[in-house]
């Protein structure tokens, strides 16, 4: 079955300074991988996916994700942040099935300092 | 309507007590997922409902939950006999699937908020 590790908690960044935020699967075949947005009290909020193709994909926000196959990862980067941009972040992954679920990973808490 | 709508928003409940949510997903989108979450945690997997396959329950955590999706549209989640520890957020999502099948985007209700005293 597939699974979705982000392995940080909580990570705090200066506003302006760039934001990595890692995500790792498992799963035997190429799935389809997502990044959601949770702001305090508020539903998600897809901010980019890759189903195939440019394995760097582009999303809302300024957001962007790399599909690596090699590591099994999509992590997602944005070059400089916002005070606006804490929130929960959270990696899914999707299988390549109609009869497939979306696993979700724990999820990231980001803090911007001023 | 524009997007995926649940009520009530909020839910305050007595232990013991039977409840019941309730998910209206996107016109025409055939999968439609419930989730839990903790405060401060993930979404915990419940359930999953696409077309007119038998519903993933792999995820409901004991036989006091269920879910039904009535129609192929609306689906309820009804917890029966509540606990505290039943307090949490409940998200629904809806999706298309995608267009080479696998899981789509899924858009996200506001939630459900549940305590349980």
């Known amino acids: 079955a597939q699974s979705v590790t982000q392995p940080d908690i909580h990570i705090t960044v200066s506003e302006g300074a760039s934001l990595e935020l890692r995500c790792n699967y498992s799963?035997?075949?190429?799935?389809?991988l997502f990044w959601y947005v949770q702001s305090p009290g508020q539903g998600l909020q897809l901010l980019l996916k890759?189903?195939?193709?440019?394995?760097l994909v582009q999303g809302i926000k300024g957001f962007e994700a790399e599909f690596k196959r090699s590591q099994s990862s999509f992590n997602l980067r944005k070059p400089s942040v916002h005070w606006s941009d804490a929130a929960e972040y959270f990696c899914?992954?999707?299988?390549?099935?109609?009869?497939?679920?979306?696993?979700f990973g724990s999820g990231t808490r980001l803090s911007i300092r001023p | 309507g524009a997007g995926v709508s649940q009520s009530p928003s909020n839910k305050v409940t007595e232990k013991g007590k039977d409840v019941e949510l309730r998910c209206d997903p996107i016109?025409?989108?055939?999968?439609l997922y419930w989730y839990r979450q903790s405060l401060g945690q993930g979404l915990e997997f419940l359930i999953y409902?696409?077309?007119?396959?038998?519903?993933?329950k792999s995820g409901l955590p004991s036989d006091r939950f269920s879910a039904e999706r009535t129609g192929g549209s609306v689906s309820t989640l009804t917890i029966q006999r509540t606990q505290q520890e039943d307090s949490a957020v409940y998200l629904c999502?809806?999706?298309?699937?995608?267009?080479?099948?696998?899981?789509?985007?899924?858009?996200f209700g506001a939630g459900t908020r549940l305590s349980v005293l």
């Open positions: 999502a809806s999706s298309l699937v995608s267009g080479r099948g696998g899981a789509g985007v899924q858009y």
């Open positions: 799963y035997g075949a190429t799935p389809y």
């Open positions: 890759y189903f195939s193709g440019d394995t």
């Open positions: 899914a992954v999707g299988e390549r099935s109609s009869a497939s679920k979306i696993i």
């Open positions: 016109s025409g989108h055939t999968a």
């Open positions: 409902f696409q077309g007119n396959s038998a519903p993933d």
